[in-house]
């Protein structure tokens, strides 16, 4: 997890609103209070992560923290989608939660009681393996939040719920199964997201982008991609996505090392934009965890020779006016 430099919006005041999934008990919830300045402001749940996007987006609140990519399901898709097509948003910082599900109900429930199991597509997708075995014939509810079906949990009978440890404090809920995902090492990436503003570059940032090619033609993926390979700039993720006009059409959306204030960054986004593919940019912020600083410091050396080797040789050229 990070914490990141300070962005362009004072997190200091507590009357700032930030809207998370809810309700109370929620992973997001706890990736939030795991950052600090972020945990003084006034929280406000919602529903959907869509209702997120579109509140920070109105002014209804100030900020959005949402999740958007799982190491076991991959993207959250709505999340994306939202930021790519339907918002002007920009990621402020990212935050990655280490992911502990457990099967919860209320205290005295069996597991030859529990005849539903509820929680949030993502979290019980994750846990295929132990609920065929385990609980075979149990029907598998979807929730809007894990939280939310442990709040359902803690009032009906035969039903078990799939969340973090904290939700079961939160309601009263007896853990029957700890830690009962297929994989472990599970991890969840949230981002927190603003209507406008960068971050000072931290020297250790990751920056993401939407590309749309402007001609669909071969070789043009490849083009795009030369642009981040010639310049040493590592690529942490790279997901396509319909761009919801016509089948067959895609757009892509692109995690990197770095911070647009970074030359060999800006050169290359330049590059891109003027040649092969509208850029639609959604921030640049602290990454979590230790990375590649070192990596992207060398990339940039290496710019700085090859620029100062360039400005050499033109400096031979005859001035044409003299």
């Known amino acids: ?114 005849t539903t199991v509820a929680s949030h597509p993502v979290a019980s997708a994750q846990c295929r393996k132990y609920l065929n075995k385990e609980l075979p014939d149990a029907t598998i509810r979807p929730s809007t939040a894990t939280a939310e079906a442990a709040k359902r949990a803690a009032d009906e009978t035969g039903l078990a719920a799939i969340g973090p440890a904290q939700a ?10 700890p830690d009962i995902a297929d994989q472990a090492g599970n991890q969840t990436r949230f981002v927190l997201v603003a209507p406008d503003g960068v971050p000072r570059p931290s020297g250790h940032d990751k920056t993401t982008v939407v590309l749309t ?56 986004l330049k590059g891109i934009r003027a040649r092969y593919a509208d850029v639609k940019f959604l921030g640049s912020y602290a990454a979590a965890g230790k990375g590649s600083t070192k990596s992207r410091q060398e990339a940039n050396s290496a710019w700085d020779e090859a620029e100062t080797w360039m400005t050499s040789l033109r400096a031979q050229i005859p001035n044409s006016k003299t």
């Open 1 to 114: 997890m990070t914490n990141a430099s300070a962005s362009p919006h004072s997190l200091a005041s507590g009357s700032r609103r930030i809207a998370y999934l809810g309700p109370t008990g929620t992973f997001t919830e706890q990736a939030l209070l795991s950052q600090p300045d972020l945990a003084e402001l006034d929280l406000v749940p919602m529903a959907k992560f869509t209702d997120i996007l579109d509140a920070t987006s109105t002014g209804d609140v100030d900020l959005g923290f949402v999740a958007i990519e799982n190491a076991i399901e991959g993207t959250v898709n709505v999340t994306l989608d939202a930021l790519a097509f339907d918002h002007d948003l920009l990621i402020q910082r990212e935050v990655v939660l280490d992911i502990h599900l457990n099967l919860m109900a209320a205290r005295g429930t069996s597991l030859a009681d529990i």
């Open 168 to 177: 079961a404090e939160q309601y009263g809920l007896e853990i029957l199964a």
């Open 213 to 268: 090619q402007k001609e669909d033609k071969p070789g043009s993926l490849v083009a795009i991609l030369q642009q981040f390979a010639a310049r040493s700039i590592n690529l942490s993720h790279l997901a396509s996505r319909p761009v919801k006009t016509a089948l067959g059409n895609y757009c892509f959306i692109v995690d990197f090392d770095g911070h647009i204030s970074d030359e060999l960054i800006a050169d290359c």
